[in-house]
C-alpha cells in the first residue's frame, strides 16, 4: 500500500487518500493563499494562531467522535487535521 495507512477499531484510515469536502478544499486553498501573500512574519504568526484554534477544534471534534464510535466523522476530523497540519508546517518554513 502507498501512503500511511492507520487502523483504529477496525477501521482503516489512508491517510493520503483524496479529500473531496469543497468546504476544506477552498479553506486550505485560502490559508495557503493567505501565507503566500503575508507581508511579514506578524501576518504569518497570525495564520498561525488560527491553525492552531482549528486543530484544536477539529481534534476536540474528532475525540467527541470516536467517543460515539461515529468512525467517518472521526476519519473525516484526522483528514482535517492532517491538511491543518501541513499548512501550518508551511507557515513555519516561512517563518
Do not use: H
Amino acid at each position: 500500500m502507498d501512503g500511511f495507512v492507520s487502523w483504529v477499531k477496525g477501521v482503516v484510515v489512508d491517510e493520503e487518500q483524496t479529500v473531496s469536502d469543497p468546504e476544506l478544499l477552498t479553506e486550505i486553498m485560502e490559508i495557503r493563499e493567505s501565507v503566500e501573500e503575508a507581508p511579514d512574519s506578524q501576518a504569518l504568526n497570525q495564520i498561525q494562531s488560527r491553525m492552531k484554534e482549528k486543530l484544536e477544534e477539529t481534534s476536540g471534534s474528532f475525540a467527541d467522535a470516536f467517543r460515539r464510535r461515529n468512525f467517518d466523522e472521526a476519519v473525516t476530523c484526522m483528514q482535517r487535521m492532517t491538511y491543518y497540519q501541513r499548512a501550518s508546517e508551511e507557515i513555519l518554513k516561512k517563518l
